[in-house]
């Protein structure tokens, strides 16, 4: 009897071990953590397969024969949305694996006790790298695909580069907020002394603001030769703050580039043809030899390969008659030539 009541004793007790709530908390310690691992492995091997799979039946499948795509048109997988996906989707898994494993192994920490923020902030880290992975995939598919001149060319890259200081900027002050930061008292505070920082440094941020848009707008080049008021030379550098040029004694100059957003600029590198205008005296014997004359200089200029006649013809007449001679004015364009 005394050996059946032992042997019902010893049961209880393991039924109380298994009941325990620190052997449940241990299972519940153990799945977290096989989840998490798990993730991690799925982030890093299985991840990258199956945004592959997504991108050929993208490229391959019912839609793209839909729509009549061909091999060539097909994009490859470095420029498409899903290779922008990959890197941002690997770095928050494995954010997310990690912080939980610290909180499952130390769960006094003071990481652990911010593990929302993190989890936040790895939130809006990843989605902004996803952001500017995607945009830049797309300006170099652009680049890549379209033919454009080089001025265009440029225009896309300053975009580019705009964007991307604006992305990182609005990713900042997403970041801040998510990490418990009040970005808008900030704003607020910061707001009194810059606008007495701006107004001191107006100029500096004026010729900032003129460069971005020169680096936009593109009314010239290096290289190109301009004249804005009275300044005239050739572009050497486009800075932020200032143009240089090369004036005609072969002297650096540089401007501020506030002073081209209120100048009229004349590129005259981009000019297809220039006009001519002039004016000769002539002294004649015969009134009857001016229109042979006038037909001799009208058929020169035709003949010479540097008038450009796709525009209007040379013109040539008479604009006085003197006591003593005539005044014949010659107008046409003609090509612009390089210097010597």
Request: aromatic share 6%; net charge positive; with cysteine.
């Amino acid at each position: 009897m005394e050996a059946v009541k032992q042997t019902g004793m010893r049961g209880l007790d393991a039924m109380k071990g298994i009941i325990d709530p620190s052997s449940a908390g241990a299972v519940d310690t153990l799945v977290s953590a096989s989840i998490a691992v798990t993730a991690y492995a799925s982030a890093w091997l299985i991840l990258p397969r199956v945004l592959r799979a997504l991108h050929r039946y993208v490229e391959q499948g019912p839609t793209a024969r839909l729509l009549g795509r061909t091999t060539q048109e097909q994009m490859p997988y470095d420029l498409s949305v899903w290779s922008a996906l990959e890197e941002p989707a690997r770095l928050f898994v494995t954010l997310v694996a990690f912080s939980q494993l610290g909180a499952l192994v130390a769960p006094s920490t003071v990481a652990i006790q911010c593990l929302g923020q993190i989890w936040r902030g790895g939130t809006v880290v990843s989605l902004v790298w996803f952001l500017h992975r995607w945009k830049s995939s797309a300006f170099e598919r652009v680049l890549t695909v379209r033919k454009m001149k080089q001025e265009e060319r440029e225009r896309y890259l300053a975009l580019d580069k705009i964007s991307s200081i604006g992305l990182i900027i609005l990713g900042a002050m997403a970041l801040a907020e998510a990490s418990g930061v009040a970005v808008q008292s900030v704003m607020t505070v910061g707001g009194i002394g810059g606008v007495a920082t701006a107004f001191a440094a107006r100029d500096i941020l004026g010729n900032a603001l003129s460069g971005l848009a020169l680096q936009f707008s593109k009314p010239f080049s290096v290289g190109e030769s301009i004249s804005a008021g009275a300044i005239e030379g050739q572009v050497i550098e486009i800075g932020l703050h200032s143009t240089k040029l090369l004036n005609a004694d072969k002297f650096p100059v540089t401007v501020p580039n506030s002073f081209f957003s209120s100048e009229v600029i004349v590129n005259k590198s981009r000019a297809k043809w220039r006009g001519l205008n002039a004016q000769f005296p002539i002294h004649l014997s015969s009134i009857e030899k001016l229109r042979e004359i006038t037909i001799e200089i009208l058929e020169n200029l035709q003949a010479n390969p540097n008038v450009f006649l796709e525009q209007e013809p040379p013109r040539c007449y008479v604009s006085a008659i003197g006591p003593t001679h005539l005044e014949i004015v010659v107008s046409c364009n003609i090509k612009p030539m390089s210097k010597c």
